[in-house]
């Protein structure tokens, strides 16, 4: 028998797994399939700030701002483990906008999401602070101001874990191949690994970011068709610079650069803004990305660095929506939730633009609208409750990385911090039974542990090699290739395969 769901949404990316999340806690039945891994798309390729972003004040997109800060605030407390301030050094610079111009921007930036618990505005001297120290001399003068990072790829997985918990069905390596309108629902074809199902469902949400064209295109319906995709592209250095802050440099094209601290030995540094209508899965750094990104860093920083200093880079493609005429740049960020009003059809929504820190109140957003169409009248309830591991009660991050050390005193520092932010008060659980480094099975290197890779499977989807290193953890960048080796081998004769 066909399995029936109350919502079928498509795209495992921020965007559907929040709404998974939230519908399956209103009390639908939900399925939520995603063509690849979770977080395969652009999710897992942004800038990672959870931000008003203080540059589309230029673009007078007071109200897209004020909620994403209002949304920081949220975020910092439901994900405290995933979210962490960040203080980011904003350089003036002679030639670009005036002091003056800047200051009212963050005044505006510091007020207007209402009361925020991160430190407002400063102004400080590059001469005199440390945070000069790694900068090429011509600026003096920076101010500091705050906003959060967040560890994207986790942030969707958790929405996606905390959803199946609730009961939704979630589909990794699954893709929606079909589908049309039977007797006032939807009939849905499902491809996975070359095998066909189908499923039935009451609504549909096309959450497939910069696919929702062609998802919409499966539909008939043509809500994404003017959507505009643009790619950007980070790489990452080896450390620039001292310290646990972020940069914003002002690029001479007018565009802004975020040099941001990474994995505890990096740098990250981005973005680009190409326009592109290839298939986003397509999606690289391009040489001229590279050379855009290299001169950014020898424009700002004292170090002069080529090709061959990227350890590694990603892309990925926003879905835009606006005046294609419009510089990348000057698109709005903000989301468009569409869905026909025709009563007499199965619900269809589709999902445009967003970002990263608005998803939240997206997702409620849309739930909402499906929920009125379904007859379902749940509350949202997402805004005070942590994602899983974010219950941290009255202790801070620090607490809980000091309790994990405590607890594991094998694990080394940097091992400790990093499972603390990944898993949250959950690292308990996952570790409960491990008295000393032998109960942690096979090592994979740098802290990476059979135990650790066992939990990643059996309870966050992964099953790659790519998920764990690259999704699941960022522990790929510390790896080598032999202990890569050593943990494909691993998989490969593993009963979980
Ligand atoms: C360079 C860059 C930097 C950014 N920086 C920030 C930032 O710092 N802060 C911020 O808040 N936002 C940022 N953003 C925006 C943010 O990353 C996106 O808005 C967000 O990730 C979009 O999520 P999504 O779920 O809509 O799309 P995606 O993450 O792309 O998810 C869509 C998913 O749908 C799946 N899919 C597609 N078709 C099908 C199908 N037929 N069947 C099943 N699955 C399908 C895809 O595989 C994909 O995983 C940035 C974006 C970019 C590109």
Redesign the pocket.
Known sequence: MQQEFDLLI????????GIARDAAGRGLSVCL????D??????????????GGLRYLEYYEFGLVRQ?LKEREVLLKIAPHLIQPLRIILPILPKMRPAWLIRIGLWIYDHLGGKISLPKTSTLSLTSTPEGAALKHGPTKAFAYSDGW?D?ARL?VLNAVDADKMGAKVLTN????ALQPDQGKWLAELTSNGNKTTCIARSVIN??????D??DA?ACLKHAAHMVK?????IVLPKLYDGEHAYLFQNPDGRVLFAIPFQGDYTLF???DTPITDD??NAQLTTQETEYLLSGVSRFFKHNLSEKDIVWSY?????LFGDPQKSAAALS?DYELLMDDNTGTPAFLS?L???????RKLAEKAVTMVSARLGNNAEPWTETKPLPGGDFGNDSLSDLIARTQQQYPFFDKANAIRLAKAYGTLVFDIFVDAQSQDDLGVDFGCGFSEVEVRYLIKNEFASTVDDLIWRRSKIGLHLDKNQIKKLQDWLAQSSFK
């Not at 959450?207 to 929702?212: E, K, N, S, T, V």
């Not at 892309?315 to 879905?319: E, F, N």
């Open positions: 498509i795209g495992g990316g921020i965007n559907g797994a399939v995603e063509q690849a979770l977080a395969s798309g652009t999710s897992s390729a942004s800038t990672k700030m959870i931000h994403a967040v994207d969707v699954t893709k929606l191949t959450a497939a970011g910069p696919w929702a062609k998802v499966l643009v790619q950007g592209s980070h981005g973005t680009t986003p899965s892309s990925g493609v926003r879905a960020r999902i633009g967003g970002k990263v820190t608005t998803y």
